[in-house]
């Protein structure tokens, strides 16, 4: 492939004059009328996207989206009352964005900052189950100039194009257009090719087509084409204008636009991942979007907290708006709350249970999180007060997670309300396993689960499935000394090549957990680069054994160094078979004394 010629165009200049065109950039001419606000750019923000049922991306049909409204380049919420319409757009692989929903309005408290955002519910994602599909979702506001950020939904979100559209003529258009991102080209700053991981630079073509249709726009097609880029959860920003380039290609000639050495310095890192769109100049356009990432899937574990709302906002003096102060900013923490111990510093909690909370973490092994009654972090919660008797309140707390609920006790102290207690409210259906002859344990909603223990094997299945097909852990023996890398290759690799199958260590699949110290996990992989496909990697673990080598689905290894004559094996797959709590079954497994 030629290299295409180096362009940069990132001025200030540039990027102020083509946010004025942003409006067309969802495919709406900007609106005449005049904005009933007093600024003149917003910043739209998808802050959650959550499937019915909680279902993993492979079940999921429908999911409900809410978008949050900043003046731009705040994060000062937009006012209460904005009437202007919220579009959500929805592109699903490479395909242009459609519109698919307009936004319902509410007001919310977080944080003790009262905002309104506005719901997208049941959007179709039911593509999205099969593994090769994703979805790209982003919100535009009418009448006001609007940069957002991208919503991506697949179980891999990756962008694959090995055969891009072609035109099939080419001609005058006087109307919208297809953008389509045809090649997306990483490079190091010498030219060379290189993976995801270790790209500094890309080269990008943009072809432009009559919307709907493989019609080209004619040779002679002048207007600026604008290459726009978002990384992570940002809004998008501009990276500049493309140079025109002609091609002859199956009897038809047409025009394309390169975009060369744009900076994708930051996507060497796993955790960052870039989307680019297209705008073009004075015309309205159907854009589609390029995910450029090891692992192109949205993580947004708590949405943005506004510095200052829509109105007038509550402060911290009610319990109500302490226990919401103080959920916000425990929640939005980066890194580990309970073993970093966060909550000693909070002027929300009361020393008691301070005190309570240290003791709970010291003897509960598994990552139990009595703050929150859980183990993994809700992405969201409302609150309600349900009794005021100073000095003396309760306040109920609702997640995100299905079935889960608790109630914070408050007490003034000082003249300020300080969370004394948590009580966990019981989860209908909770159940224990226990296997003294294996030497474990673990919970499960007996409600929606049942359980069946065989040979070294526990099944976990749901009421309506066949036991065996079903999730299941697998216990091995080992010796005290043994490692638990030494012990897979022993009993599980025995026999296959080191070069095909190995052992790595790993963190636990499931994110945001706090488990015991003493937990080690792993996994076995198979060689790979960064970029390689499903249908790669599942050639790849063929040569290993199966489903202990599986490929788009959780299955890995524990141990426990305070029982060093053990270790299990998960097969999970793509679902979760919850224990209560916002917890999954094998999230609760402990280790017996034997």
Not at 3 to 17: D, E, F, M, P, W
Not at 238 to 256: D, E, H, L, S, W
């Amino acid at each position: 492939m030629q290299r295409l010629l180096s362009i940069h165009l990132r001025g200030a200049a540039l990027g102020l004059a083509l946010l004025v065109m942003m409006l067309t950039l969802a495919g709406a001419r900007p609106v005449q009328a005049e904005s009933r606000t007093a600024f003149s750019a917003i910043d739209a923000k998808i802050e959650i996207v959550w499937p019915h049922g909680n279902a993993p991306v492979s079940q999921a049909s429908l999911v409900n989206i809410t978008a949050y409204l900043f003046e731009q380049n705040t994060r000062n919420s937009v006012p209460c009352d904005l009437g202007n319409t919220v579009r959500l757009w929805r592109a699903l692989n490479n395909q242009p964005a459609q519109q698919v929903a307009t936004g319902s309005r509410r007001t919310i408290t977080q944080g003790g900052v009262t905002f309104p955002v506005w719901d997208f519910n049941n959007v179709d994602v039911s593509a999205a189950r099969d593994g090769g599909n994703k979805y790209y979702f982003y919100v535009t506001v009418d009448g006001i100039t609007t940069t957002f950020n991208i919503w991506s939904h697949g179980a891999d979100a990756r962008t694959y194009l090995p055969d891009p559209v072609q035109p099939t003529s080419s001609g005058g258009i006087d109307g919208p257009v297809d953008a389509r991102i045809q090649v997306v080209w990483p490079h190091d700053e010498a030219g060379r090719p290189r993976p995801v991981n270790s790209a500094t630079q890309a080269n990008i073509t943009v072809a432009l087509f009559r919307q709907g249709a493989q019609q080209s726009v004619s040779p002679d097609f002048n207007q600026r084409v604008i290459l726009l880029r978002s990384l992570n959860n940002g809004v998008v920003d501009t990276v500049g204008a493309g140079v025109r380039r002609i091609v002859r290609q199956g009897g038809v000639t047409y025009p394309v636009w390169d975009f060369n050495d744009v900076d994708v310095w930051a996507a060497q890192d796993a955790l960052s991942k870039y989307y680019f769109r297209v705008l073009v100049q004075d015309t309205q356009t159907f854009s589609t979007v390029w995910s450029h990432g090891v692992d192109a899937r949205t993580y947004f574990p708590s949405p943005d907290q506004p510095q200052q709302g829509c109105g007038g906002q509550p402060t911290a003096e009610t319990p109500q708006a302490v226990v919401n102060a103080f959920y916000t900013w425990y929640l939005s923490y980066q890194g580990n709350p309970l073993v970093d111990h966060i909550y000693r510093n909070s002027a929300y909690v009361a020393p008691g249970f301070v005190q309570k909370v240290d003791s709970i973490v010291a003897s509960t092994p598994g990552g139990y999180d009595p703050i929150l009654c859980a183990q993994a972090r809700p992405a969201q919660f409302t609150t309600e007060l349900l009794n005021l008797q100073p000095p003396q309140s309760l306040v109920g707390v609702r997640t995100n997670i299905p079935g889960h609920s608790f109630q914070v006790a408050l007490n003034t102290m000082g003249g300020n309300w300080k969370i004394s207690d948590v009580t966990c409210s019981p989860t209908s259906g909770a159940a224990t396993f226990t296997s003294q002859r294996l030497g474990i344990s673990f919970d499960y909603l007996s409600s929606e689960a049942g359980v069946q223990e065989s040979g070294d094997r526990v099944y976990v299945y749901g009421l309506n499935t066949p036991p065996a097909n079903g999730q299941w852990v697998q216990v091995y023996r080992k010796a005290p000394t043994t490692s638990l890398e030494d012990a897979i290759r022993a009993q599980v690799l025995q026999g296959y090549s080191p070069q095909d199958c190995f052992v790595v260590r790993s963190q636990d699949p499931v994110p945001g957990q706090t488990n015991p110290p003493t937990y080690q996990f792993a996994r076995i992989d198979v060689p790979h680069q960064p970029g390689d496909g499903p249908g790669v990697l599942q050639t790849a673990a063929a040569k290993c054994p199966q489903p202990y080598a599986a490929v788009g689905g959780i299955a890995y290894f524990l141990a426990d160094t305070a029982h060093p004559d053990r270790f299990v094996f998960f097969s999970i797959g793509q679902y979760g078979i919850p224990a209560g709590n916002g917890r999954v079954w094998q999230q609760t497994l402990r280790f017996l004394d034997q």
